[in-house]
């Protein structure tokens, strides 16, 4: 406290107090927003702010009515679980045209995330938002996870989920710091170029031991430093850069005139 | 160098010795004559550079290639007998897998200091692949190869073919996906061989793709004949270097008669054994800390599944890229309805071929296109054989391209490009990349090569400015040292072969002629672009002009000639 | 001098090639050794010795730390423990090896002398006297053993040498390559009727189970008992097909009757290039990449390559349903899967 007091009239002092204030606030806030499981009952208020929203950010591209346009495809019909996946991981609204859809922080918030999904759920029957109890990585089987993500997942996102090239200039994109609700969605409604896995391919069960395991990956590598999970060629790099480098040097030193 | 013991009474001391150290010396020698082999050996001068340890780093991460490889060996199951894994990680726990992958898992699991091992067997064995390779860089770019040691060139190729066997066959031995995919392709590259390659296919697995066979077979490939094979041709690799002794790089009173360095004993004892310590030190911090061929993320092998980033070891990366990169349209069905797949011949047969035949035959190539039968021991500075370093730049250029080819899924995602345009960028750059890295090494060699010369008949820019009477302003220049001097004069300016006329005197035609004049062209492609050395005359003639410089400059008069010499000074 | 515009061939002597040979310059001889300050400092000396020693111990402590983390830190087969037990044994022991590395580098750098010797090389080629003794020595061999006059003898004796390599080679060669029948490429487990079941799990799907942009990983449904023997694992390595659901009227190749079934098509995992599990479905562009080699194969234009290294299409698996609505196979492939080989097409 005595730096601090020394400090006082820092010149700087008021912009950190404000920083501290909204940090506060932002905390504050965080506490007591609704969480998305205790937003999942929609009601037909929440499909009137949904449809609102929906003309207002979405119907650009979809249709006033969600029924589809040249450019995008239709929204009947997808369920309220693609909604949530596209929206919450900030894939939709899309900024520009591209091979696909990046991820990005999300435009809108939970509440409105909800609110779109339960209008497009209106729409038509579909997938539904997984509840908290089918996503819980505790209640999978990890190792029944990891035999059905090798052969399901694997090809695309890489054996511990970095991610992994697909053609023309698309991506599976890095499971590691998607949340586990996402990847159940992700599976059930195959967003953009990835395919669909219904229940009846891998069963909610399996989905679940999927999570399952791609949490143990957050145990990181048992061998120290993963390298980014990229396998063969990053450790090919490390060699070169890290290894060989240091022992060149090494000979450098070896080999040197002594003043 | 040797001191000889001229008084009897010293001599007597080392025909009767008296010290424990001694008798035990005098016990070996009565039986082994050892003594000869000290005298030989102890005081044997070595040349010193940091560029001469290269081999060594090799020679040493093979050395902790065999410790580490005796701790797996005796974990290590080659069975491909199913088992069920009870241990620890939820992953897998309760999963059917082959024995070999189980008893990796429990090695890298169960034992302590077992992932450790295994971590820095890997981690070894990536150096040891890449020190040999800059190795050969630094053999290649310094003539090394050249009379007498062709041959131990060929030594020094055939370790390189050989590392790669080693590091392919126990790549393959945990039996995981990502490996068996390897051996997948193996696979599919055996049948593409024409007429015979389904039976070896069978030969190699024992019948049909994957069989119960292959982890046992590639055990013992790997533990026993690769590296016993190795083992011998490191001996006589290291035999050859010391009858040969070594290289010298230029300098002054290094000739190719002598050799110049620090004696064997204590320097090199010293220095070689620190340096083992030093290496065998930095894999064993790789080992603790980054982990390497983490088999339990991949999985056992099955044949379905497949993971992004499916790729080989660096040192087999070339390959793969050669793969990919191939069009597919030259899979051919040929007369009788057989099938010739060269999309898959040319990118992993002919290719490599190529580049070996390359590698295997430059020494004789460049030997007889210079015409020169003479041993050499002092080394290349790289400008001064222009081609030479030209062709080598661009070798590695080939290969460099087929390993990021080899890499283009992550270069796509981690640059945000299309894998498609990445794929066709290489195809082009394969045959671009290195015709223009060779033009332009050529032309920074011979740039170099003008540069010395500069250097040794103007000297070094001294930053004092001398203004003349006439107004015109310049820098006086120091004159190099004999041995600045000396290291760059010191080399031959090869010129191409003499081609002798297609007919002799009498009109008549010479038998060969054709293909001597073949030889002539080539010769003429590999010197004809030269930069001669300064001769003492020439450095005469500059120092003339600088001579006339300064005393027009004592005098302050004026001076007439300055303009017709202003290209010797640097204005 | 070296203007730039004239072309390199010749910048050198204008004298002629002979005075280049005899005008050189002459060899300075080795370079006068400078003394290192631990030379000529007793001090420098002194401290490079303490270093040096320093070191050892260093490399002794590092020694015993590795002995006391075997012994502490043990793993416990969770992955934060055998990290853990990686780390700290492995940190020790490039401890204990760095530094007798840095101490023996150093004491050879600073303390021991480093005068520069000169050897001289000895010709390698021996001697005329060696060589004629060699040859002579060769030539009374060749002599007594009379071979030369033996002609016969020699005949059978080269004979028998270059015969016996066979006794070992040929049942070596031939027992490794199991029946030799190389035939067996041509077929997999799939015959008419077989039910299609999901990889890893094994359980039947049925047709009306799978939704438009839907993939699934099948093989062939066999008892648990075969998928747990060790003959499975080739059988599977044939048999493995993607089972893919499109809408009807994107597919643009001609369907036969009995090849798909509402929409859905089963082909071949196994690449048509070097036999990689091709599995990257698309489901906007309907193309299928492997991810060994990037051959792109179009599934809804039967299967063809549409990039990369591979020439055929993947072959297909007919199906259709059965009773209960359950995927079946309707006959084995038509040709091959797999990369090509010779005698493919006979």
Known sequence: MKALAARRHHRAAPVVLLLMALLAVGGVYAAFAPSPAQAATASTADIETGKKLFQANCATCHGPSAEGTDIAPSLVGVGAAAVDFQVSTGRMPMAMDGPQAPAKPPQMNEEQTAALAAYVASLGAGPAIPTDDQVDPTQGDAAEGMALFRTNCAMCHNAVGAGGALSSGKAAPSLMNTSDRNIFQAMETGPGPMPVFNDAVITAEGKRDIIAFLTEQDKGSAGGNPLGGLGPVAEGLWAWVLGLAVMIGGAVWIGAKSS | MSTTASNPKDLKKYTDPKTPAGKAADYLDQRTSIGVAVKEFARKVFPDHWSFMLGEIALFSFVVLLITGVFLALFFQPSMALVRWEGDLPQLHGQLMSAAFASTLDLSFEVRGGLLMRQIHHWSALIFMASIVVHMLRVFFTGAFRKPRELNWLVGMTLMILGLAAGFSGYSLPDDVLSGNGLRITDGVVKSIPIIGSYMSYFIFGGEFPGEHIVARLFTVHILLVPGLILALIGLHLFLMVLHKHTQY???????????????????????????????????????????????????????????????????????????????????????????S???????????????????????????????????????????????????????????????????????????????????????????????????????????????????????????????????????????????????????????????????????????????????????????????PVTPTELAAAHTTHDALAAADERGGELATASSHSADLER | MSDSKTPSTEIGPVDGSELATTDRFADPGVPEHKPRLTDTDPKAAARSERIVTILFVLSVLGTIGSLVAYFAVRPDGTVPGVRASTLWLGVTLAISLLGIGFAAIHWAKSLMSNREYVDERHPIPSSPEVREVAVVALQQGVEDSGIARRGVLKGAMLGSLALFPLAVAVPLISSVGDDWNVSKFRHTLWRKGMRLATDPDGRPLKAADLTVGSVAHMMPDVSTEVRESGE???????????????????????????????????????????????????????????????????????????????????????????????????????????????????
């Not at chain 2, 800390?289 to 087999?316: E, F, H, K, R």
């Not at chain 2, 390359?358 to 054989?385: C, I, M, Q, S």
């Not at chain 2, 080399?491 to 081609?499: G, S």
Request: proline share 7%.
């Open chain 2, 250 to 340: 230029p300098g002054g009173g290094r000739t190719d008669k002598n050799v110049v360095g620090f004696p064997a004993f204590p320097v090199y004892v010293a220095k070689m054994g620190g340096n083992f310590f030093f290496i065998f030190g930095v894999l064993a911090l790789m080992g603790a800390t980054l982990s390497i061929n983490s088999v339990w993320n991949y999985g056992p092998y099955d044949p379905s599944p497949v993971s992004a980033g499916a790729q080989p070891d660096w040192y087999m990366l070339f390959l793969e890229g050669s793969l990919r990169l191939m069009p597919g349209q030259a899979e051919i069905v040929t007369w009788g309805d057989f099938t010739l």
């Open chain 2, 342 to 532: 060269l999309n898959v011949l040319i990118p992993a047969v002919v290719i490599p071929g190529l580049l070996f035949t390359f590698l295997l035959a430059y020494p004789f190539l460049e030997a007889k296109v210079t015409g020169d039968r003479r041993e050499h021991h002092v080394l290349d500075r790289p400008r001064n054989v222009p081609v030479r370093t030209g062709l080598g730049v661009a070798f590695l250029t080939a290969f460099v391209i087929l390993a990021l080819a080899g890499s283009n899924d992550l270069i796509a995602t981690h640059f945000h490009l299309s894998i498609n345009a990445i794929t066709w960028v290489f195809r082009v750059l394969l045959f671009v990349g290195p015709w223009f890295t060779f033009q332009v090494t050529k032309r920074i060699c011979l740039g170099l090569q003008r540069k010395d010369r500069e250097l040794v008949l103007h000297g070094h820019e001294s930053g004092r400015i001398v203004r003349f009477a006439s107004g015109e302003y310049v820098e006086v220049h120091t004159p190099l040292s004999d041995q600045e001097r000396w290291l760059r004069v010191n080399y031959e300016a090869t010129r191409p072969l003499e081609l002798a006329p297609a007919a002799d005197a009498r009109g008549v035609k010479r038998k060969g002629y054709a293909s001597e004049k073949r030889w002539h062209q080539l010769s003429r492609f590999f010197y004809e672009d030269r930069v001669e």
């Open chain 3, 232 to 346: 499975w694992i080739s059988e599977k390595a044939k048999a493995v097909i993607l089972l893919v659901k499109l809408d009807p009227e994107d597919i643009r190749s001609e369907q036969r009757p009995g090849s798909s079934y509402d929409g859905i098509v089963a082909y071949s995992k196994i690449c048509t290039h070097v036999g990689c599990p091709v599995a990257l479905y698309d489901q906007q562009t309907h193309h299928l990449l492997c991810p060994c080699h990037q051959s792109t194969f179009d599934v809804a234009d039967g299967a063809k390559v549409v990039f990369g290294p591979a020439k055929r299409p993947l072959p297909q698996l007919p199906i259709s349903v059965d009773d209960e609505g359950y995927l079946i196979a309707e006959d084995d492939f038509a040709e091959p899967i797999g990369p090509s080989y010779w005698e493919r097409l006979r």
